[in-house]
């Protein structure tokens, strides 16, 4: 390619001009997205600890039941709502904000707007989980937020799409990269979403089922068309930038998005097999569940072919590891959901725990380890700073990924064996519930490392805003890199 | 019933509709001919191709590090 | 250069054939719903709640009991819900009429609830049940609710709406548990769960 023995003819000064466009665009970001991170950490330690309460309470009833704040009714939705929008979603926003700001290889627009939009987005964290304990949830799974509080994500919300639509109008890059697509669509998606889900159910609600089937195409939207975007569109970036391979097919990534765009609205009403809705309604949802594997077969090949031939570099790069590991969840996830769908398995696995560990592949084991490596990416290019301890990163990686491999096979065979039981009709409810006990149990084990792993990742990021320790040569590994894996890495991208 | 598919049918249409309208554009916007570029759209000639970036201040000296991302 | 609005157009296309198929439809399709006895005397009257039974579903949602009772029984065949005596027929969507928010659940942590009040119409078994559910049901990992009571002690006669607790779970002579109003409310509401008449649309 003359584009790249062109590189090795330009000068270093020439290098450099890149370098520092490259540096005035991180600058420019640094503060709204360091803003959203920092809410997006503390939202992860409270929903942890909401998690770890929820989680003991189901095999320990009786622990801190006193206090009506406590109950696991309560609690169980101010983890969700915590985790889902204050976690995952200001993480998400701080990570598409920085991606459509380097690809469109211009500054940051509004970043002051952007600081409010932050302030009001964790304000309305703030009112609607107290506001949820304090005993005023909707009990709309996902929507719980009582109704003061989604004006102040509304308007967060606006000034956040303002913002990175006019970046994204004032771009030097002509070429729009596949992450754009999937950033634009989400930034698009979500406040249709949010507006439509929050009028029709919460301020000026329908009756009757027809609620259940807005609740969940909602719900589920909210998963494949603002968070699994915001992944998608991270992996899609990173994973060739830390390599130095491109993507592996730019068609293929084509086709993927637009069958995502297409099918993921469907599927929604999978959530209600078996329910009070219509026949037609629940089988067009199955349909565009199952259709669902196309895009998700795309995105799979396009990942692992950009990376196979490289995976040693998982052995030094933190960004890698943490984002292969969630590139991969994302197909066992999406295909776990497609299988899902289908009646005679929906016929177990429904109403079972079985679920609730489908959920967290989706969330935690996909979206979540993709915004982990995402940030320990993105955090140095803005703070100018390296990573406190290698170490930190690799015991953060382990009691998250273990954690999670935990709690999914936990989840997975008590949720299947419960349906099973479920199912039959000779077994009594409490033997069932008897039966589950010790998997609850291990979950609460796996939260507890997942935990550890949290704590572990504030107190690195802690650290890098506060220019902790000793300045560094290079860049923050796992393992220190030898020279030679350097050299290995210089093949033809495509093809070999 | 004949409201359900009427309404159907009618989000088949637009679906198509759109798929169409994509299509076109990414043909007419020249997004269809140069794939090559697409893909290598996101590297620099300072991190090219071939080059692992995770990487961070390795190559600048350790003032320039000191200094910080350029401010605006 | 003009790829925003066309990306734009697309998305918004594609995301409106979604909402017109899975909100405006079945909203047209079942809003319009009013509740009607099809078939004569065995149809409940879905009459909207009053009073004391609308308040205790407000107990039931402020408390999330939806996220481990679902309120929905799957058809014959599809799973064992009749089988297990959670009602006589699969629910449908005219059992909802008027409910706001419509409370399915998802979750089966404990039994549905679609039909607990025709299931279980004791008011005292429901108490004893929300204040302690081991008394009731031995390795339930259901919470207890003895915040919605009172534990006062008994001044000059024991009131008669104090829960009688087994010898086991009694507190001492001079103590008793009184429901307050929300555990009153909440049980009216239970008790009112009730989705087993026949309706036309749930077949023969």
Known sequence: ??????????????????????????????????????????????????????????????????????????????????????????????????????????????????????????????????????????????????????????????????????????????????????????VFWFPWLYTAANLLLLYTPVSGVAQASINWWYAHNVLGLWLTPIGLGAAYYLLPKVLGRPIYSYQLS????????????????????????????????????VMMVIPVITVAINHHMTVVGNFRQLRYSPTLRFIVFGAMSYTAVSVQGSLQSLRTVNEVTHFTHYTVAHAHLGVYAFFTMI??????????RLTGWEWASGRLISFHFWTTALGMVLYFLALTFGGWWQ????????????????????????RSGAGLLMAAGHLAFAVLFVLNLLRFGKPRRGPTLFVERPKKAELALTVEPAGS | MTVAYLVIFASFLLFALSVVLALSWALRNGQMKNFGRGATAIFDPDEPIGTVTDSFPSTQTQAERSEGPLHD | MNQAPTIFLGVFLTFASAWLGLVVAPYLQLAPQRSENTVASDAQDRAPLGGLAAQGRDVYR???????????????????????????????????????????????????????????????????????????????????????????????????????????????????????????????????????????????
């Not at chain 3, 419509?102 to 004791?122: E, F, K």
């Open chain 3, 62 to 204: 402020a408390n999330g009991c939806v996220y481990c009772h679902s309120q929905q029984v799957r058809p014959e065949g599809f799973g064992s819900d009749i089988d297990r005596g959670w009602g006589p027929r699969r629910t449908v969507a005219q059992d909802y009429v008027g409910e706001r928010p419509v409370l399915l659940g998802t979750m089966r942590t404990g039994p549905d609830l679609a039909n607990i009040g025709a299931r279980q119409p004791s008011a005292t078994w429901h108490h004893l049940h929300l204040y302690n559910p081991r008394i009731t049901s031995p390795g339930s990992i259901m919470p207890r609710f003895a915040f919605l009571y009172e534990r006062r002690k008994i001044i000059g006669q024991r009131s008669s709406a104090a829960l009688k607790l087994p010898p086991d779970w009694d507190l001492e002579p001079a103590y008793e548990v009184v429901p307050t109003d929300d555990a009153k409310a909440l049980v009216a509401y239970l008790l009112l769960l009730d989705r087993t008449g026949a309706l036309e649309e749930a077949g023969p």
């Open chain 1, 254 to 289: 084509l086709l993927g998005f637009w069958s995502l765009a297409l099918f993921y609205n469907w599927a929604g009403v999978h959530h209600l097999i078996g329910g009070p809705l219509p026949a037609w309604l629940i089988t067009l949802s199955i349909v565009g569940s």
């Open chain 1, 419 to 442: 349906g099973l039981e479920m199912n039959n009709a000779d077994v009594p409810f409490l033997t069932i519930v008897q039966n589950t006990l010790p998997y609850l149990r291990a």
């Open chain 1, 371 to 380: 915004m982990f490596g995402s940030i320990y990416y993105i955090v140095p």
């Open chain 1, 1 to 186: 390619m003359t584009e790249m023995t062109a590189s090795a003819v330009l000068s270093v000064a020439d290098k450099q001009v890149f370098a520092r466009q490259r540096a005035a665009i991180d600058g420019s970001a640094r503060l709204p997205v360091l803003g959203f991170f920092a809410g997006a950490v503390f939202w992860l330690l409270a929903g942890t600890a909401l998690a770890l309460l929820a989680s003991i309470k189901l095999h320990n009833p009786e622990f801190l039941d006193s206090a009506p704040w406590l109950t696991f009714g309560r609690v169980r939705p101010a983890h969700l709502n915590a985790v889902a929008y204050g976690w995952a979603s200001q993480a998400g926003i701080g990570v598409l904000l920085w991606l459509m700001a380097r690809l469109a290889r211009a500054e940051l627009r509004q970043t002051r707007l952007l600081l409010l939009a932050v302030v009001l987005w964790n304000v309305g964290m703030l009112v609607g989980t107290t506001g949820i304990l304090a005993g005023e949830s909707t009990s709309i799974e996902w929507l719980e937020f009582p109704p003061f509080a989604p004006p102040f994500f509304a308007i967060a919300f606006a000034i956040i799409a303002v913002s990175a639509m006019v970046t994204f109008r004032n771009r030097r890059e002509p070429h729009v990269y596949v992450t754009q697509w999937y950033l634009i669509g989400a």
